[in-house]
């Protein structure tokens, strides 16, 4: 299915700005209204930047496997590694596939089967927590404490006392990066802002406890059948170098990222949707 050469426009709403600010306002319920107008390439019409979004399966499929050579993250991207480092989400070339090759092997069928269990305790402790509430509770609160559970379970091992806290400080950590990829001009890091001194400490918090976690993982020798341990018993086939802490630091606060924030706003919206039509 070939694509066209000038992809359809998103409509501009300001005559600087285009179509940008009915892009940060309303965010994708806007992108998913474009996309069913104008088709599965489409323009983004925004200042500065050169976006487009790509929706069919032969399109994504160009981009990222027929001819992902052709194609790098943007410096949006790059800005996750404030708070992500250069782990899989951010780097990319020769060192994006090196560490490919030694993450790899932990996510075979066979090692996640190994977490199921840890999820279905978790979701079953969660159940009954939620079952005590007599009246209105926060829904999101309890699948974030959910979410920040299996994640600590899948990636660690075993509940982590702290798990929440890396949870809270990654979500401060990452809606600081993320305004700053949607501002034009995101104002310096260094600049003692407040916005930046909450994403510092966030940061901080962050990096003492995901260390902590990896130094007392090598100063132990028992054994684990947890992501972290996958990660850190790998070798690249072609080197026979592992991963070191700071490499470990990123992916494990990347993969804990994916499995937390979202898949709790997730849950909470499946949740939302089966109480309106119980009988789905």
Do not use: C
């Not at 501009?12 to 088709?39: I, K, V, Y």
């Not at 050579?69 to 480092?85: A, I």
């Not at 700071?246 to 709790?264: H, K, M, N, P, W």
């Amino acid at each position: 299915m070939a694509a066209p050469h000038s992809p359809p426009k998103v409509p501009s709403a300001h005559w600087l700005f285009r179509a940008a600010p009915l892009m940060r306002n309303r965010g994708h319920f806007h992108l998913t209204e474009q996309m069913q107008e104008l088709g599965d390439f489409v323009d983004l019409n925004v200042p500065i930047k050169q976006l487009y979004s790509v929706t069919h399966p032969d399109y994504i499929k160009h981009v990222l496997v027929t001819n992902n050579k052709n194609y790098w993250k943007d410096p949006g991207t790059k800005r996750l590694g404030l708070t992500l480092g250069n782990g899989l989400l951010v780097s990319e070339g020769d060192f994006w596939r090196r560490q490919r090759r030694i993450a790899q092997p932990a996510f075979y069928k066979e090692s996640l089967s190994n977490m199921v269990d840890a999820m279905v305790s978790e979701s079953l402790a969660a159940h009954d927590r939620i079952a005590q509430h007599e009246g209105p509770f926060d829904l999101v609160n309890e699948m974030m404490i959910l979410t920040s559970d299996i994640a600590a379970k899948a990636l660690f091992g075993a509940a982590v006392e702290n798990n929440l806290e890396i949870g809270q400080s990654l979500i401060v950590a990452m809606r600081h990066t993320m305004e700053g990829m949607q501002s034009i001009i995101p104002p310096p890091e260094w600049l003692p802002t407040p916005r930046n001194l909450r994403f510092k400490k966030a940061r901080k918090v962050l990096n003492k406890n995901i260390y902590g976690i990896i130094d007392n993982r090598r100063a132990t020798s028992d054994p684990h059948r947890d992501l972290l341990a996958m990660l850190m018993g790998t070798l690249d086939e072609e080197t026979g170098e592992g991963m070191t802490d700071r490499q470990l630091r990123d992916e494990v606060i990347t993969l804990f990222s994916a499995g937390y924030e979202t898949s709790a706003n997730g849950l909470s919206w499946a949740l939302y949707l089966l109480y309106l039509r119980p009988d789905r």
